[in-house]
Nanobody, 113 residues
Framework: VHFVESGGGLVKPGGSLRLSCAAS????????MRWHRQAPGKGREMVATITSAGGDTWYVDSVKGRFTISTDNAKNTVYLQMNNLKPEDTAVYYC???????WGQGTQVTVSS
């Protein structure tokens, strides 16, 4: 199993970023996928999920209406579109597959003026 997250960076409040996570080593299209984040000094938090079957999504309250999770099964990739970013979104972002205990290196998102 391998996850490679990318797309992070430094952005001003109100800005946008699109994170990507390329997955390999398992049947991507059969798994619910998730995005998590870990802010400095805090535990890892799940922020968005998407089901494999129907594409149903879930978001933590703090990102509802701003973040959108999606997948491209042809590319074995899960995305996180993040709009109207806030300083409290600053964290390392990770993807995962439900039931698979493995973490990639993550991608750093910093929201600061």
């Amino acid at each position: 199993v391998h996850f490679v997250e990318s797309g992070g960076g430094l952005v001003k409040p109100g800005g946008s970023l699109r994170l990507s996570c390329a997955a390999s080593g398992f049947a991507f299209s059969r798994y619910d996928m998730r995005w998590h984040r870990q802010a400095p000094g805090k535990g890892r938090e799940m922020v968005a999920t998407i089901t494999s079957a129907g594409g149903d999504t879930w978001y933590v309250d703090s990102v509802k209406g701003r973040f959108t999770i999606s997948t491209d099964n042809a590319k074995n990739t899960v995305y996180l579109q993040m709009n109207n970013l806030k300083p409290e979104d600053t964290a390392v972002y990770y993807c995962s597959a439900a039931g698979i205990i493995y973490w990639g290196q993550g991608t750093q998102v910093t929201v600061s003026s």
